[in-house]
């Protein structure tokens, strides 16, 4: 199951890239959340063709971060929890409690396919062996690692982009961009919001984060839930990038906090460094190569980290591009 999440107002069609280099190549029935501003329009309807044959859609209007909370409040077991998540500050919890940013939108939306992935299973009466998470507004310059080469027995995300000690914590944080599920781990990957509403949350982690005082980012929140829930993670390298998006909901933080909205044009990447970090993957500047067909993905063993150093377990590489392989493993 590919579920592809996400409002897609980006300066680049994504879609055909996640077709073409992601759906098609794990071979993935399709479950889309697309939130909408405005109105439905002819650009976006052309837009989903993109995806290809789509599973289960559901296409809604989006809704502002007033509304947003309102929604995330009324949802809570206890409406006292509003008053024990307000303890622990940070990006994590954004928009609400009036927390610039997006970040429990894509909470949301990871909630939504679960339920999507679940009510499925059900009509068909068998479990996806997987369930991978990829956000609408992602464009893959290589194919994804082939299903095949994965270990079931981890959760596999990119490398880079972990945003570690935000404000100077003392928390490590985790790649939130992509992520592929064996099926036993989709409910702890994909229940954040889930957690958030009965309490469970608080009492795994939450609690611990308001103690601190530290400001967590969503990449902070992401590992500080896996580590509770018991995920094992892996890594691969990374060959995509969040694309630069239009001003909506989900897009303020660079739009009030820069002059982004003010200039007359715009880059192709929201983040540079994650723009840099896949081209270093598929492009070799040192010989001017570009790797593109001849270069495949190829199975570490054992897992490791790009350099052989001594690294935490969420670190270690399982697969990796490769052009070829040597005696002494693959040569990347």
Known sequence: ?????????????TFRTIREKVIKVVQGDVFAYIPFAGEMSTLLERQLKNLGRITTAIVVPDVDAEGFEQRFLSELADPFLAQLYELAPGPWRAPVFGQMG?????????????R???????????????????????????????M??????????????????????????????????????ANDYLGRIAAMRDGRAFEWYIKDMAVAGDLINTEQFLLLHLRARGVPIRRFSPV???????????????????????????????????????????????????????????????????????????MLHSVEVACCITQSGPAT
């Open 1 to 13: 199951a590919v579920c592809v999440l996400g409002a897609p107002r980006s300066v680049l069609d």
């Open 102 to 114: 997006s970040s429990m939108w894509g909470y949301f939306h990871q909630d939504v396919c679960n």
């Open 116 to 146: 999507m992935v679940l009510s499925y299973e059900q009509q068909r009466g068998k479990l996806y062996k997987w369930v991978i998470f990829a956000r609408a507004d992602i464009l893959w310059t290589f194919s994804h690692p082939p």
């Open 148 to 185: 095949h080469l994965l270990d079931e027995n981890f959760v596999h995300v990119p490398f880079g982009q972990d945003n570690s000690f935000y404000n100077h914590g003392p928390e490590p944080g985790l790649n939130d961009r992509h992520a592929v599920i064996p099926r036993k781990w």
């Open 240 to 314: 995509a990038f969040i694309v630069q998006c239009t001003e909506g909901p989900q897009c303020q933080h660079l739009y009030k906090g820069t002059d982004l909205g003010k200039q007359q044009w715009t880059q192709t990447a929201k983040y540079w460094t994650e723009l840099v970090e896949a081209r270093r993957t598929v492009h070799d500047d040192r010989y001017g190569l570009t790797r593109k067909h001849e270069w495949v993905w190829t199975r570490l063993r054992p897992h490791s980290t790009i350099d052989g150093e001594e690294a935490a377990d969420w």
